[in-house]
């Protein structure tokens, strides 16, 4: 892919497998060697255009799969006392590039919906939402003063 992935970082690649019926795509297994745990298991969705960042988590791993649309997801790696400290990922997943991502906890991370339909996430995390205290540290996804990132499209 050419870029030095994050500490912590993992990409599995994804496939459809068709037949007559339909097709299947298998996302995580107990048996993979990126499996740690399994806390909860939801599917948000993003409008085109839209920017859904920046916010890590000091609990939890997340496992992302765009199962429709396109999105850019984004990782910074906050962390001090890792050797990929300051290193930023892109990834373009979804419907043309089938992967799961792992995000490791205390990375930031976020994503662009770069498709002209609406894109669906699913995201595997390793430990349940909490209501009563969200494990979810938040900045700004323009105007932060941290990471150095520009959502906006790259022409040319």
């Known amino acids: 892919m050419g870029q030095t992935l994050i500490k912590d970082v993992h990409v599995?690649?994804?496939?459809?497998?068709?037949d007559e019926r339909g097709r299947l795509m298998e996302i995580l297994?107990?048996?993979?060697s990126i499996f740690t745990k399994f806390g909860q298991a939801y599917v948000t969705t993003t409008w085109p255009g839209v920017v859904k960042a920046w916010h890590y988590h000091k609990l939890q791993d997340d496992h992302f799969c765009c199962l429709t649309g396109m999105i850019k997801l984004v990782v910074y790696d906050n962390r001090e006392d890792s050797p990929t400290h300051k290193v930023l990922n892109e990834f373009f997943i979804g419907d043309h590039n089938a992967q799961l991502i792992v995000v490791p906890r205390l990375c930031y991370h976020g994503w662009k919906c770069v498709s002209l339909n609406e894109a669906m996430i699913l995201n595997l995390v390793t430990e349940p939402y909490q209501h009563a205290a969200p494990d979810e540290y938040r900045l700004d996804p323009h105007d932060n003063g941290l990471i150095?990132?520009?959502?906006?499209?790259?022409?040319?």
């Open 12 to 18: 599995k690649p994804l496939r459809w497998i068709p």
């Open 29 to 32: 297994r107990t048996d993979d």
């Open 148 to 156: 150095p990132y520009d959502w906006s499209r790259k022409d040319g």
